[in-house]
């Protein structure tokens, strides 16, 4: 009963994270800018330190190479058709979306379906234990912050007032809920379920973190720059790394 308590305070907080941009934009567009390309950096080395410290090593512990090698790359694909077919990019800017109202539509339902899947990955996390739950918890947290208020402010380009695109935002998080009960019922009536999702959730980590994040760091050529991101990177991995040291 303990991982169904852990896991749903844990995709409740995920959720409130879509909350993020009415706080944040009291601030202004140029202090958010600032702020969301080092979050995004040090998001990206959470994301990597998770599946590579902790997601991977898990999943060898338990099942053989090739299932394994192919759950990952099935993560790998399942965001690559969340991108390609539902037309969803993960947003890290103020400003990263076409500027109409039926692209904010398709942001909301893309955002819901990567929700539901990190429902899915929190709960597969918890189900192999608490410290593997906490960590890939917090790898998503630190990625959820750049993403909402990025897809709050594309909502706002996109016509949405503030309440309607706070309101879609946060329908759109709450469904982390649902592909979190998905996994803690059907998990435990098939114990090889968290075999496949630890290492789907690995590959889904690592497509977002490469194909979507380092290529947007990219975009900053200045060397004092990519120094920081660098620097961030390293940070994300160090704290998936400190927390390998405290389980």
């Known amino acids: 009963m303990y991982v169904w308590l852990y896991t749903l305070i844990s995709v409740l907080i995920v959720s409130l994270l879509s909350l993020l941009g009415l706080i944040a934009f009291p601030f202004g567009e140029e202090k958010i800018k600032k702020f969301l390309i080092w979050a995004v950096a040090f998001a990206g080395g959470t994301l990597l330190g998770d599946a590579f410290l902790h997601l991977i090593p898990e999943a060898y512990k338990s099942g053989s190479g090739v299932g394994i090698a192919f759950s ?12 390609k077919f539902i037309h969803w990019h993960h947003c890290h800017d103020i ?17 819901g379906a990567h929700n539901f899947i990190d429902g899915m990955i929190i709960a597969a996390s918890f189900l192999v234990s608490v410290p593997i739950g906490i960590a890939t918890t917090l790898a998503v947290i630190f990625h959820e912050i750049p993403h909402e208020i990025g897809d709050f402010a594309s909502m706002l380009y996109g016509g949405f007032s503030k309440r309607k695109a706070l309101l879609y935002n946060f329908l759109a998080g709450i469904v982390a809920i649902f592909g979190a009960l998905l ?7 098939f114990s090889n379920t968290t075999y496949y999702l630890i290492p789907f959730a690995a590959g889904g980590f690592i497509y977002v ?7 947007e760091l990219h975009k900053s050529t200045k060397v004092l720059h990519s120094l920081l991101q660098l620097i961030c990177i390293i940070a994300g991995i160090g704290v998936m790394y400190g927390l390998l040291i405290l389980e």
Do not use: K, R, W
């Open 209 to 215: 973190a490469s194909a979507d994040i380092i290529p």
């Open 183 to 189: 996994v803690l019922i059907v998990g435990e009536s």
């Open 95 to 111: 400003s990263c979306h076409e500027h109409n109202e039926t692209f904010s539509y398709v942001i909301m339902i893309g955002d």
């Open 72 to 83: 990952i790359l099935a993560g790998m694909l399942a965001f690559f058709v969340l991108e």
